[in-house]
């Protein structure tokens, strides 16, 4: 593996190097159990009898699979001054094993650029950096009691609680030579997914400490003609959006709420609530998605819990006959209704079932989007929901999740109707077309189905168009059928105090350092992309 590059005089202007980032883009790893399950998955479709028997056997290679796919050893990474310039050698060091040491991670880093910043301004070192604030909101407490939400300076914190639940955000202001777009960029809003997209944040803040410690030890740059403009770019991080999901290995919050469909206008939520709870079929599917067993105990602890690979075979193995009846019912669904309209039942959500999956809540924000919107309108100052926004503003928002797609690629969701009038979308929109295209994913696979969903946390609700621009950069792991089996299961898990969130995790965040590589690289890439970008 190549050593981490740092290029240090790339991250507000168009000048990025390649280098950013690691080069082994294309390295995969295809393992014989995933091979093995996705030939027993088409076989079955194909084949349709005897599905018991062919579906044990698939259950049997996933939970193999998963086994196998086992964590990789921790790496130290400390989080001290000296340590974040000298120790921080290896990319799994913007890798975290759990939401505590994320969080952790995060805060520590937008707190050492305050202080670069404060010791630039002491020794008149001229920085690009203008300006670091963080903010972090504390959303426990009832989520239709919005009194509740507290928000404070995080510099402030003398330690940083491994225990609380906190959506957080950094706010960087810097000098650009030219113009530019502002960027929003968010992660954990699946909570489980999260992990990527704090990877990608907390990677850009080491590089941005990295590059102000070259620049304070040289005492600024050499030449600052070119930014004596008055141009300024303001860029948003808003981690872990669902922090009780990252931190319990979930895809929804504490009220089984999935915060990407919650997000619903005043005006939608009335008939949204209130059609037919079998609009999309999901009635026909609760069966499949909602099955009934007996699990066993759940076991105690925040985080995901250390098991035996014995004990992980064996609590599966005891219900292996439920589970393929599950996984027989899943594909028959997607047989006989075709792949498309399956998802998009799936995807569409719904709104009546509080315990079911997919459920998008009962109309109110969760205190979560609360938090997202004041750290976008009031924190940040882009005063886009509330209509307010400036006439000339430009944001960019990057939303990122996992699950769906080729193993480690991406494909980029966007409302394509948002470019049809606007040249800097349109220009975005080209943009990101040619950024997948080298992705050489099934583009049209992962985003179809959802056509009518709503209530996306990037929606036209919290980024409307034409100010702003909405990107969800979505990250292949496992094939769709294990994904949906996976959140299948962890559900019923949770309902009946059982702990499957290993099925979850795994299906979301593999730990295997080739596929670590390739998306961290595919998230750089699109950051990178965004910085450089330039308007006209």
Same mark, same amino acid.
């Given at each position: 593996?190549?050593?981490?590059?740092?290029?240090?005089?790339?991250?507000?202007?168009?000048?990025?190097?390649?280098?950013?980032?690691?080069?082994?883009?294309? *390295?995969?790893?295809? *393992?014989? *159990?995933?091979t093995?399950?996705?030939?027993?998955?088409?076989?079955?479709t194909?084949?349709?009898?005897?599905?018991?028997?062919?579906?044990?056997?698939?259950?049997?290679?996933?939970?193999?699979?998963?086994?196998?796919?086992?964590?990789?050893?921790?790496?130290?990474?400390?989080?001290?001054?000296?340590?974040?310039?000298?120790?921080?050698?290896?990319?799994?060091?913007?890798?975290?094993?759990?939401?505590?040491e994320?969080?952790?991670?995060?805060?520590?880093?937008?707190?050492?650029?305050?202080?670069?910043?404060?010791?630039?301004?002491?020794?008149?070192?001229?920085?690009?950096?203008?300006?670091?604030?963080?903010?972090?909101?504390?959303?426990?407490?009832?989520?239709?009691?919005?009194?509740?939400?507290?928000?404070?300076?995080?510099?402030?914190?003398? *330690?940083?609680?491994?225990?609380?639940?906190?959506?957080?955000?950094?706010?960087v202001t810097?000098?650009?030579?030219e113009?530019?777009?502002?960027?929003?960029h968010?992660?954990?809003?699946?909570?489980?997914?999260?992990?990527?997209?704090?990877?990608?944040?907390?990677?850009?803040?080491?590089?941005?400490?990295?590059?102000?410690e070259?620049?304070?030890?040289?005492?600024?740059?050499?030449?600052?003609?070119?930014y004596g403009?008055?141009?300024?770019?303001?860029?948003?991080?808003?981690?872990?959006?669902?922090?009780?999901?990252?931190?319990?290995?979930?895809?929804?919050?504490?009220?089984?709420?999935?915060?990407?469909?919650?997000?619903?206008?005043?005006?939608?939520?009335?008939?949204?609530i209130?059609r037919?709870?079998?609009?999309?079929?999901?009635?026909?599917?609760?069966?499949?998605?909602n099955?009934?067993?007996?699990?066993?105990?759940r076991?105690?602890?925040?985080?995901?819990?250390?098991?035996?690979?014995?004990?992980?075979?064996?609590?599966?193995?005891?219900?292996?006959?439920?589970?393929?009846?599950?996984?027989?019912?899943i594909?028959?669904?997607?047989?006989?209704?075709?792949?498309?309209?399956?998802?998009?039942t799936?995807?569409?959500?719904?709104?009546h079932?509080?315990?079911?999956?997919?459920?998008?809540?009962?109309?109110?924000?969760?205190?979560?989007?609360?938090?997202?919107?004041?750290?976008?309108?009031?924190?940040?100052?882009?005063?886009?929901?509330?209509?307010?926004?400036d006439?000339?503003?430009?944001?960019?928002?990057?939303?990122?999740?996992?699950?769906?797609?080729?193993?480690?690629?991406?494909?980029?969701l966007?409302?394509?109707?948002?470019?049809?009038?606007?040249?800097?979308?349109?220009?975005?929109?080209?943009?990101?077309?040619?950024?997948?295209?080298?992705?050489a994913?099934?583009?049209?696979?992962?985003?179809?189905?959802?056509?009518?969903?709503?209530?996306?946390?990037?929606?036209?609700v919290?980024?409307?168009?034409?100010?702003?621009?909405?990107?969800?950069?979505?990250?292949?792991?496992?094939?769709?059928?294990?994904?949906?089996?996976?959140?299948?299961?962890?559900?019923?898990?949770?309902?009946?105090?059982?702990?499957?969130?290993y099925?979850?995790?795994?299906?979301?965040?593999?730990?295997?350092?080739?596929?670590?590589?390739?998306?961290?690289?595919?998230?750089?890439?699109?950051?990178?992309?965004?910085?450089?970008?330039?308007?006209?």
């Amino acid at each position: 593996r190549p050593p981490l590059p740092l290029q240090l005089k790339e991250h507000c202007s168009p000048h990025f190097s390649e280098a950013w980032i690691p080069q082994d883009h294309h *390295t995969t790893t295809t *393992t014989t *159990t995933r091979t093995i399950l996705q030939a027993v998955i088409a076989a079955s479709t194909i084949a349709m009898f005897p599905l018991r028997h062919i579906f044990a056997v698939a259950a049997i290679s996933h939970i193999i699979w998963i086994w196998i796919d086992s964590p990789k050893p921790v790496y130290f990474c400390p989080l001290n001054r000296e340590g974040l310039t000298n120790d921080w050698t290896d990319e799994n060091c913007y890798w975290s094993t759990s939401y505590a040491e994320a969080r952790e991670k995060f805060i520590s880093l937008g707190n050492r650029l305050r202080e670069q910043l404060m010791l630039s301004q002491d020794e008149n070192a001229f920085l690009d950096l203008l300006d670091v604030r963080s903010i972090t909101y504390d959303i426990a407490g009832n989520s239709e009691d919005y009194s509740s939400l507290q928000a404070i300076d995080a510099s402030t914190l003398q *330690t940083i609680s491994p225990e609380i639940d906190t959506v957080d955000a950094i706010l960087v202001t810097m000098r650009v030579p030219e113009d530019h777009v502002d960027i929003i960029h968010s992660s954990g809003t699946h909570g489980v997914e999260g992990y990527l997209g704090s990877a990608v944040q907390i990677r850009f803040l080491h590089e941005m400490f990295l590059q102000n410690e070259a620049l304070l030890e040289n005492k600024g740059r050499e030449n600052t003609s070119e930014y004596g403009n008055g141009k300024v770019r303001k860029i948003l991080l808003i981690h872990a959006v669902n922090p009780f999901g990252m931190r319990h290995h979930r895809r929804t919050n504490e009220n089984n709420v999935d915060l990407n469909r919650n997000v619903l206008a005043a005006d939608k939520i009335k008939s949204v609530i209130e059609r037919d709870p079998n609009y999309f079929g999901y009635v026909d599917m609760d069966p499949v998605l909602n099955p009934i067993y007996t699990p066993a105990p759940r076991q105690s602890g925040n985080d995901l819990p250390e098991q035996s690979s014995y004990d992980t075979i064996h609590t599966f193995m005891k219900e292996v006959g439920s589970m393929a009846s599950v996984i027989a019912s899943i594909v028959k669904i997607i047989a006989s209704k075709g792949y498309s309209n399956a998802k998009r039942t799936i995807v569409s959500a719904q709104y009546h079932k509080k315990a079911g999956v997919f459920y998008g809540g009962n109309g109110r924000w969760e205190n979560s989007v609360v938090a997202v919107q004041h750290a976008i309108d009031e924190f940040a100052g882009f005063s886009l929901s509330s209509g307010d926004a400036d006439a000339q503003s430009k944001v960019l928002w990057i939303d990122v999740h996992t699950g769906l797609g080729k193993y480690g690629s991406y494909t980029s969701l966007i409302k394509k109707e948002v470019t049809d009038n606007n040249l800097w979308t349109s220009q975005l929109n080209t943009l990101v077309a040619d950024l997948e295209e080298k992705q050489a994913s099934n583009s049209k696979a992962v985003s179809s189905g959802y056509e009518q969903t709503v209530g996306f946390i990037n929606g036209d609700v919290l980024c409307p168009p034409p100010a702003c621009f909405a990107v969800s950069q979505e990250f292949g792991t496992r094939p769709g059928v294990a994904v949906i089996l996976s959140l299948v299961l962890e559900n019923k898990g949770f309902w009946g105090k059982s702990e499957y969130a290993y099925l979850t995790s795994n299906a979301f965040q593999p730990r295997r350092l080739s596929w670590r590589r390739i998306a961290l690289r595919g998230g750089s890439e699109m950051l990178l992309a965004a910085l450089k970008f330039q308007p006209r």
